[in-house]
């Protein structure tokens, strides 16, 4: 037996704390074994450190046990080989298991790598359609908000009528006014009281929209609306070996459309004053139907999914 064969059998024996003779093939199972007991994972935090050490060295005992065992195959004769050709075969096994268990330990790091890396993206996205929703809202509100230069127009028409008067009454300039205006200064104070009229009527209508489109909003954020239109729209499709439900983005617009924006009478004077304070553009349901479907995505509760017929589906989660 050689000095290098010597000195490898003599650490391993060291190490496992062994003084009796045994054979090779029974030191290697008992490194084996005591290289699994060892292992750091089956160790609690305190002494998961010192377990590591451990590990470690009896991994470097291995691998040297196990290059010794293989350049000791290469010397036995046929016979001999044909006498430990089992034993031989049990190294080569647990040589592999240990291959694999490290190829296992890498796998293991690189999902979890993959698994921060996906939740950090989730994240990321997550905020992006926060984003994207809140941007939505404020676009459909900015819509139907009152301006500023709606009350300025008012108060300019109001401020008109207030001057024709204060003229009317002023004899040196009424023949003026009346030469400009053929038709009588009263028509002309006539007119600029409908125009002053119509822009208060415009005004509580742009703003009375701008009240109901904010409680829209709000409405299709509700839980209870959610439910309503998963319970009247939901689809089943199946999905490899499971049914997945899903529905589809035209169904958001006929639910938003029956749910909100249609007529709630017949066709009479309420119907036809109802209307003039009715949401019913496709600029709206587009900016409504785009709210829906990004609070759902927000909510974790979707995922887009593929296009069926230019109509895009939504996998419900």
Do not use: C
Request: hydrophobic share 35%; charged share 30%; aromatic share 12%.
């Amino acid at each position: 037996m050689s000095e290098i064969t010597t000195s490898i059998i003599s650490k391993v024996k060291a190490e496992l704390n062994i003084t009796k003779e045994i054979d090779v093939f029974e030191l290697h199972k008992q490194l084996y074994s005591a290289r699994k007991n060892s292992h750091p994972d089956l160790f609690e935090d305190g002494l998961k450190e010192k377990a590591t050490e451990k590990f470690k060295t009896l991994n470097v005992l291995y691998s040297e046990l196990k290059t010794h065992m293989n350049g000791l195959r290469l010397e036995q004769s046929p016979n001999e080989l044909a006498i430990y050709e089992k034993s031989y075969e049990t190294v080569i096994d647990k040589s592999r298991i240990i291959e694999l268990e490290g190829e296992n330990k890498r796998l293991e790091s690189t999902i979890k790598s993959k698994e921060h890396q996906i939740d950090t993206l989730k994240k990321e996205v997550q905020k992006l359609n926060e984003a994207k929703n809140e941007e939505l809202n404020k676009e459909l509100i900015n819509v139907y908000q009152p301006k500023t230069k709606n009350f300025l127009v008012l108060g300019i028409s109001a401020l008109l009528i207030l001057v024709v008067n204060i003229l009317a009454q002023i004899t040196s300039l009424k023949t003026s006014v009346s030469e400009i205006f053929p038709f009588g200064i009263q028509y002309l104070n006539y007119i600029l009281f409908g125009l002053l009229i119509f822009l208060i009527f415009r005004l509580l209508t742009r703003n009375w929209k701008f009240k109901r489109i904010q409680k829209i909003t709000e409405e299709l954020k509700s839980s209870s609306v959610i439910k309503s239109f998963y319970q009247e729209n939901r689809k089943e499709k199946e999905h490899y070996y499971s049914k997945t439900e899903y529905f589809l983005e035209s169904d958001i617009e006929e639910f938003i459309k029956w749910r909100f924006l249609r007529s709630k009478y017949r066709v009479n004077l309420v119907y036809y004053i109802e209307k003039l304070y009715r949401i019913n553009d496709l600029k709206s349901l587009n900016y409504l139907k785009d709210i829906f479907i990004y609070n759902l995505i927000t909510k974790g509760y979707i995922r887009i999914g593929s296009s069926k017929k230019l109509d895009r589906e939504f996998m419900i989660e």
